[in-house]
């Protein structure tokens, strides 16, 4: 199984921006859907963004146009540039690997706080 490390949390204040990182420990990014999905305390995970093997992209109506996935096949590693952060972004960010024929992989997540 594949290993996802996340990184690049942390604490910022309204209005600012991070870029959360996450790298895999095989060269297999590039063959299937990537996604970004978010934990807030008391929260269901929820499905921030994704980004499919042929590079299309689709986000929650929450995060559309301040939140941008891409993906670097050549460094095995998916981002997520987080702009104009709002408190109610604050959760664990999870990276995940859709394989979709069987069960996918997580990263192990890293915390996301905003505020000032």
């Known amino acids: 199984q594949v290993r996802l490390v996340e990184s690049g949390g942390g604490l910022v204040q309204p209005g600012g921006s991070l870029r959360l990182s996450c790298a895999a420990s095989e060269n297999i990014i590039s063959r299937y859907t990537m996604a970004w999905y978010r934990q807030a305390p008391g929260s269901r995970r929820e499905l921030v963004a994704a980004i499919t093997r042929g590079g299309n992209t689709n986000y929650s109506d929450s995060v559309k146009g301040r939140f941008t996935i891409s993906r670097d096949n050549a460094k095995n590693t998916v981002y997520l540039q987080m702009n104009s952060l709002k408190p109610e972004d604050t959760a664990v960010y999870f990276c995940?690997?859709?394989?979709?024929?069987?069960?996918?992989?997580w990263g192990q997540g890293t915390q996301v706080t905003v505020s000032s």
């Open positions: 995940y690997l859709n394989y979709g024929d069987r069960a996918g992989s």
